[in-house]
């Protein structure tokens, strides 16, 4: 009886011995196997990151590897374990803006209302903003345009025409194109206009009480500092060439709808391309730009702090108008195009979004 049962506690013991590498194998197995897939998920995110950031060069394929030591289930294989990760990542389709709201959180930053219609031919419209109806049409507004692009999102209660494969959103944001731009100096002595003539010819220089244009006004090339606001009465009759206006403080501009604007900005030099210039030190404020069908604005129109309100039925010479603001609100009907680097003003970058594709 008592050899019975020695034999018996022998072959527990021997089974056990010959069992015990499996269950430790199989738990090491279950262990490593974990610790595989942890490690595969750690390498995936390596590869996505690698991707997107070589996107923002160009379309890029990312493979990355590495061999993982074997721990547990070593005891049936000693080679180690081979891993891989593949991501391909790209940027979506986008263009140069003509059309830039600098603001990071405006809801309708960039809005197209009434019954506008845009037309802008080899450029995009692009928000900063995070808000969901960054870009937003309205009313009977029809805007047509390479691209619609936001930081946030938007609404398009009228669809837009566009040539890019879809409209983008949580787009990176794009960076103010003339945060460059120095601050020209304010003069002395201080200039002004003579509201009392019927037809003047202005100089560059420093206006300190603003300038309120009626009749038929001529100013020559340079740049004007402006220390009050800037008012362009009904029928007045404004032109020059060469021109940057530059608003001081929270100073803002006034066209009347009846008045024939026809401005240009110079075609080089520190403000070439630049026609009218918003102070970086203002405070928010509304500038308004009208005008008549006859009426043309060269250049860009930049106002970091200012919304600018583009009313007129007018836009540059042969297209030729940007507009930067702090938000827009556009409700004139123009064409506008973008390849204007022969009258001195530089492309926009629209910044373009990255996306894992693979």
């Known amino acids: 009886m008592v050899r019975a ?212 006004v001529t100013l020559q090339p340079g740049v004007y500092v402006v220390q009050g606001g800037m008012k362009v009465n009904a029928n007045a009759v404004v032109a020059g060439s060469g021109v940057t206006i530059f608003m001081a403080g929270s100073n803002t501009v006034s066209m009347n709808g009846n008045a024939k604007v026809t401005l240009s900005a110079p075609t080089s030099g520190a403000y070439s391309g630049v026609l009218f210039y918003g102070d970086r030190t203002g405070t928010a404020a509304q500038s308004t730009f009208n005008g008549t069908a006859a009426s043309l604005l060269t250049g860009a129109i930049y106002f970091p702090r200012q919304q600018v309100n583009y009313l007129g039925n007018f836009s540059g010479n042969g297209g030729c108008t940007q507009v930067v603001a702090d938000t827009i609100q556009w409700s004139g009907s123009t064409t506008i195009k973008q390849d204007c680097t022969s009258l001195g003003m530089k492309n926009i970058p629209a910044t373009q979004s990255v996306q894992l594709v693979e």
């Open 5 to 216: 049962t020695r034999a018996r506690n022998g072959n527990v013991a021997v089974i056990v011995a010959f069992t015990l590498p499996v269950v430790v194998g199989g738990a090491g197995l279950g262990v490593e196997t974990s610790f595989w897939y942890y490690s595969s998920l750690k390498l995936q995110a390596v590869a996505d990151a690698a991707a997107y950031a070589g996107a923002l060069e160009k379309a890029v394929e990312v493979i990355v590897k590495q061999n993982l030591d074997r721990y547990f289930t070593a005891i049936f294989n000693q080679a180690p374990v081979a891993e891989q990760a593949r991501a391909v990542a790209l940027i979506n389709d986008a263009s140069k803006a003509c059309v830039l709201a600098l603001s990071p959180s405006a809801s309708q930053a960039a809005l197209f209302s009434g019954n506008t219609t845009v037309n802008l031919t080899g450029c995009s419209v692009m928000s900063d903003s995070i808000a969901s109806d960054a870009i937003k049409t309205q009313g009977s507004a029809v805007l047509k345009a390479d691209c619609l692009i936001t930081v946030g999102g938007m609404v398009l209660n009228n669809p837009a025409t566009t040539v890019c494969k879809s409209n983008i959103t949580r787009a990176l944001p794009a960076a103010d194109p003339f945060s460059g731009l120095a601050t020209p100096t304010a003069g002395n002595p201080c200039k002004n206009v003579n509201g009392n003539k019927t037809s003047q010819t202005l100089q560059p220089g420093t206006y300190c009480s603003g300038m309120s244009l009626s009749g038929n």
